[in-house]
Nanobody, 121 residues
Framework: QVQLVESGGGLVQAGGSLRLSCAAS????????MGWYRQAVGKQRELVAS???????TYLDSVKGRFIISRDYAKNTVYLQMNSLKPEDTAVYYC???????????????WGRGTQVTVSS
């Protein structure tokens, strides 16, 4: 069984910073892409940032230059450094890791439960 645990959310003033972490544990053979998504109230979930197993990254246009995604291969952990936060960044942030549980399994997406980020103006 695989579990993803997120941490680092909270309340911050506009212009502040937060760092989210998401650690995977359990029966893990290998991890491919990792990503952070967010869902604001009344809106659809959107991809904020992703990072491949080779380290290539993509970002939502509205967070480019402010957010940085990174990963620690040894710890099965993905991070999201969020700087210059704006009220419109307020949302529940979810991490996703695409992984195999053994050498013969297919790649399957696993999701965390989400962490609330609230940016006050």
């Amino acid at each position: 069984q695989v579990q993803l645990v997120e941490s680092g959310g909270g309340l911050v003033q506009a212009g502040g910073s937060l760092r989210l972490s998401c650690a995977a544990s359990g029966s893990i053979f290998s991890i491919n892409a990792m990503g952070w998504y967010r869902q604001a109230v009344g809106k659809q979930r959107e991809l904020v940032a992703s990072i491949t197993s080779g380290g290539s990254t993509t970002y939502l246009d509205s967070v480019k230059g402010r957010f940085i995604i990174s990963r620690d291969y040894a710890k099965n952990t993905v991070y999201l450094q969020m700087n210059s936060l704006k009220p419109e960044d307020t949302a529940v942030y979810y991490c996703k890791q695409d992984l195999r549980t053994d050498w013969a399994s297919q790649i399957f997406p696993y999701w965390g439960r989400g962490t609330q980020v609230t940016v006050s103006s």
